[in-house]
């Protein structure tokens, strides 16, 4: 009879641990604490051209091509009330280069050819005052995916000499990349 006694003491001793530990592992939750949230993305247009400068060999009557070509990197992340992207080429002037001596190379006598395309001269308007440029690139804006994106464009140069008398020495100048989003 001890034996049957100690094993109901030991049963009931098992129980009375399964229902405290049941007890004892019930959760206790807190109240939700919050943390607002705030995200800004600014508008912005940026233009990278290189290389930083491009020679031309000229030749007394004829053309010659730049040693290089100009490569225009455009970045862009605008709002959705832009319509328009647009990058342009152009010099201040419509003297595209000058000795400093009153010997000029007009911008008539330089040509680009945008992402090897025909050669243009730079003699289009641009939002920058003159006509001495040109639109390298031009991009909607309004679907998915073109409110924040990128661009590259190459542009070959020439130059063209013909009927120009210039005398022999070296003539400098400015080709001004720009971008413009409406």
């Given at each position: 009879?001890?034996?049957?006694?100690?094993?109901?003491?030991?049963?009931?001793?098992?129980?009375?641990?399964?229902?405290?530990?049941?007890?004892?592992r019930?959760?206790?939750?807190?109240?939700?604490?919050?943390?607002?949230?705030?995200?800004?993305?600014?508008?912005?247009?940026?233009?990278?051209?290189?290389?930083?400068?491009?020679?031309?060999?000229?030749?007394?009557?004829?053309?010659?091509?730049?040693?290089?070509?100009?490569?225009?990197?455009?970045?862009?992340?605008?709002?959705?009330?832009?319509?328009?992207?647009?990058?342009?080429?152009?010099?201040?002037?419509?003297?595209?280069?000058?000795?400093?001596?009153?010997?000029?190379?007009?911008?008539?006598?330089?040509?680009?050819?945008?992402?090897?395309?025909?050669?243009?001269?730079?003699?289009?308007?641009?939002?920058?005052?003159?006509?001495?440029?040109?639109?390298?690139?031009?991009?909607?804006?309004?679907?998915?995916?073109?409110?924040?994106?990128?661009?590259?464009?190459?542009?070959?140069?020439?130059?063209?000499?013909?009927?120009?008398?210039?005398?022999?020495?070296?003539?400098?100048?400015?080709?001004n990349?720009?971008?413009?989003?409406?």
């Amino acid at each position: 009879m001890n034996a049957i006694k100690k094993a109901w003491l030991v049963l009931g001793a098992v129980g009375l641990v399964l229902a405290m530990s049941q007890a004892s592992r019930a959760q206790v939750n807190s109240g939700a604490s919050t943390i607002n949230l705030s995200a800004s993305l600014a508008e912005s247009v940026s233009v990278v051209a290189g290389p930083s400068s491009i020679t031309f060999p000229l030749v007394p009557s004829g053309t010659a091509a730049g040693n290089n070509p100009a490569t225009i990197t455009t970045s862009w992340a605008l709002a959705k009330t832009r319509t328009s992207l647009k990058v342009y080429a152009y010099f201040a002037s419509a003297n595209a280069l000058t000795d400093g001596a009153g010997d000029n190379i007009p911008n008539t006598a330089v040509s680009g050819a945008v992402d090897g395309a025909a050669a243009a001269p730079f003699t289009g308007a641009t939002p920058y005052g003159g006509a001495f440029g040109m639109t390298v690139f031009s991009q909607a804006i309004g679907a998915a995916g073109t409110f924040n994106s990128s661009h590259s464009d190459t542009i070959a140069l020439t130059i063209n000499t013909t009927g120009l008398a210039l005398p022999a020495t070296t003539y400098t100048g400015v080709l001004n990349i720009q971008a413009q989003a409406l």
